[in-house]
């Protein structure tokens, strides 16, 4: 399985953007998936995670109201919509597949395939 993340970018504070998460090598529709960033100098950190139906979805507190986690099985692809951005929110944005079907939410030593990351930064 490959995952292919994109939609970064450089934004202004009060922004948004859309991150979309491409998988190939078979179909995700089974998998539990999950955003996770990392800033320079600081562990990576769970951001959204959504199991493989779409029926449960989890966030990071910072998060809350701000960040959407979706997906599209029929495309097999997962996006975060990122509202309301600000320069905390600065990172690289890793998308993550669990094969368990079991939902694991922030929990990233669960997760079996990472996207290579895309970067967001967010200027004041």
């Known amino acids: 399985v490959q995952l292919q993340a994109s939609g970064g970018g450089l934004v202004q504070a009060g922004g948004s953007l859309r991150l979309s998460c491409a998988a190939s090598?078979?179909?995700?529709?089974?998998?539990?998936m999950g955003w996770f960033r990392q800033a320079p100098g600081k562990e990576r950190e769970f951001v959204a995670a959504?199991?493989?139906?779409?029926?449960?979805?989890g966030y990071a507190e910072f998060v809350k109201g701000r960040f959407t986690i979706s997906r599209d099985n029929a495309k097999n692809t997962l996006y975060l919509q990122m509202n309301s951005l600000n320069p905390e929110d600065t990172a690289v944005y890793y998308c993550?597949?669990?094969?368990?079907?079991?939902?694991?939410?922030?929990?990233?030593?669960?997760?079996?395939?990472w996207g290579q990351g895309t970067q967001v930064t967010v200027s004041s």
């Open positions: 993550a597949a669990d094969r368990s079907g079991i939902y694991h939410g922030s929990n990233y030593k669960m997760y079996d395939y």
């Open positions: 090598g078979r179909t995700l529709s089974t998998y539990g």
């Open positions: 959504i199991s493989w139906s779409g029926g449960t979805t």
